[in-house]
């Protein structure tokens, strides 16, 4: 139990006025109690409780991981046993943002007007790491560093995308992963203009830029990475545009700091591109932040309002893509300081020629 954790969590349930707050999403599941199993689990809080329920599956492995937690076996939708430990409680918080519409509907079957939705309450507590998530978020990050040596002395010209993603996706797990924290993306010449484009039976060939998106878990903290190769020779279109992408994205990397807003960064980066006409290729935000999920607060996009403070991680990953040519996309992952960050990743962003 990470007693910290939970205090704070009180004094935000305190703050949204609730006796209680049902905790039911994996991850803060997890950030809470230790409990891994979090997908058939959830907890119920108050000022002085701290419940735990899942199911006789979960018997053996909860007092592994979750000692001082008062367990409870049932699975939704029973809720009999919440239901009883929820009498004494007048509201209760649920996760807005999260539940489906038919667990809403179970849950007020069971404890009627009592239920509160309340978004983002430990969302809040997780956007700033402590230290032992910035361990595991150093280790995902070096894992990742060390996949991508291995695929860059091996790729070549004959190699199919997905092929390529299969190997990175073993090699995660392979040097210490406990899975892959997305679906890996690797794509090839035209198909690099996808930024989000799934790997597929695309042979490589001389000349073809390759962008590999990728990252693991580590203890249940996800690492972030993107590079963008050429295989065998580069021209000189690519290497213009290539050389353009980095200036993007380490006038993004230099700005990093506590106290500087996320759309600050964005602006600053697309700013950049606009000086060599290729903002009007930069289809997505500059970056997020990165932990339990591979997508979290703070966001640095042209709406966000958010403002970095120090042990926040986050990505700087700018990209043009270009239809009928392809793209190009640099991404480091980042750990927010007082007066600059820390670079998790540290593959060599020159361009490459594998």
């Known amino acids: 139990m990470n007693k910290k954790r939970i205090e704070k969590l009180r004094h935000l349930m ?11 999403k994996p991850e803060n599941v997890r950030y809470l109690s230790g409990f891994t199993g979090g997908s058939d689990a959830c907890l119920l809080i108050s000022a002085q409780e701290n419940y735990l329920f899942t199911d006789s599956r979960y018997r053996e492995q909860v007092k592994r991981e979750c000692s001082g937690w008062q367990v409870l076996e049932e699975r939704p939708p029973g809720f009999e046993k919440l239901q009883e430990a929820s009498r004494a409680y007048k509201r209760i918080g649920v996760e807005s943002h999260y539940i489906t519409y ?14 509160v939705g309340l978004s983002g309450l430990v969302e809040e507590l997780r956007i700033c790491k402590d230290t ?98 050429v295989v065998n020779l580069a021209d000189s279109i690519f290497r213009d545009r290539y050389l353009k992408v980095l200036e993007a994205q380490q006038t993004g990397v230099a700005m990093v700091k506590a106290g500087v807003r996320g759309q600050e960064i964005d602006q600053a980066v697309r700013n950049c591109l606009k000086k060599y006409d290729l903002d009007q290729y930069f289809l997505h935000s500059t970056g997020h932040g990165l932990g339990l999920e591979i997508h979290e607060q703070p966001r640095l996009s042209p709406l966000s309002e958010d403002v970095l403070a120090e042990n926040m991680v986050i990505t700087i990953e700018p990209g043009v893509y270009i239809p009928g040519w392809g793209g190009i996309r640099i991404e480091d992952s980042v750990i927010v300081k007082r007066d600059g960050c820390e670079v998790l990743t540290h593959s060599d962003r020159n361009l490459k020629i594998v």
Not at 14 to 24: C, G, P, R, T, Y
Not at 152 to 166: D, F
């Open 14 to 24: 305190e703050k949204n006025q609730v006796d209680a707050f049902l905790i039911s």
């Open 102 to 115: 038919q667990l809403f509907l179970d849950l007020e079957q069971k404890l009627g007007s009592k239920i």
């Open 132 to 229: 032992s998530e910035l361990n595991c978020l150093r280790q995902a990050a070096q894992i990742g560093d060390a996949v991508f040596s291995d695929i860059a002395s091996v790729l070549k010209a004959g190699q199919s995308e997905i092929q390529v993603a299969n190997q990175i996706g073993y090699l995660l797990k392979e040097k210490g992963c406990s899975k892959e924290g997305f679906d890996t993306i690797v794509v090839s010449a035209e198909n690099a203009a996808l930024p989000h484009g799934q790997p597929g039976s695309r042979i490589i060939e001389t000349g073809d830029m390759v962008t590999m998106d990728f990252g693991g878990f580590f203890q249940g903290y996800t690492g972030d990475m993107t590079r963008t190769v």
